[in-house]
């Protein structure tokens, strides 16, 4: 057998709901109960806990004097300030690092000038031959090569002078000087 909402239990719950819906709006603020003509303790309503009463500044005497009611639930809403919007995106990450400072570019520096590699050439002896032009004898790798001023060595290098303190050569592609000291390290 089938039961409906109407019998049994369901009724009693919902007589109880409509009875508790009923209390509630009677004793809400701002319902007036309507004149019964009864006692006058039925026409008192009760005061809402929101009202403060207000102190007077003259001692108290017999007469009753009227307390004035809070402003209304909706009065009091309206002058909260509006917050964001409760159903927007949130997020628990901290925020995020502010930027860092743009920092002027700075023009990388030229390249440095080029120059000539180290001198390839180990010095073995010099000689003087009749003439009175001087010889010196230069190595690199295995071979040897006999040169005097103004000779191309291995059509890189060109022998500017010979004395008797260093071989001066030039390098051809990039027109600088080297120098072989003959009596200490290449410069």
Do not use: C
């Not at 300030?81 to 927007?88: E, L, S």
């Not at 002896?125 to 010889?135: A, F, T, V």
């Not at 005097?148 to 600088?176: F, N």
């Amino acid at each position: 057998m089938k039961k409906g909402i109407f019998s049994g239990r369901g009724l009693l719950l919902l007589l109880a709901g409509l009875v508790s819906f009923i209390g509630a709006v009677r004793l809400s603020p701002g319902h007036e109960a309507p004149d019964t003509g009864g006692s006058a303790q039925a026409a008192v309503k009760p005061a809402p806990a929101d009202l403060e009463p207000r102190v007077a500044a003259e001692p108290a005497t017999d007469a009753v004097v009227p307390l004035e009611p809070a402003a209304p639930a909706t009065e009091r809403i309206a002058t909260v300030a509006p917050q964001a919007d409760p159903f927007g995106l949130r997020s628990w990450l901290p925020p995020p690092p502010p930027p860092p400072p743009r920092v002027a570019e700075v023009a990388p520096a030229p390249p440095p000038a080029p120059t000539a590699p180290a001198l390839p050439f180990s010095f073995i002896g010099q000689i003087e031959n009749s003439g009175g032009l001087p010889k010196a004898f230069l190595t690199h790798s295995e071979s040897l090569h006999i040169v005097a001023a103004g000779d191309l060595v291995e059509k890189v290098y060109r022998v500017e002078s010979i004395t008797p303190t260093k071989v001066v050569l030039t390098y051809l592609p990039l027109m600088q000087e080297q120098s072989i000291n003959l009596t200490g390290p290449a410069r």
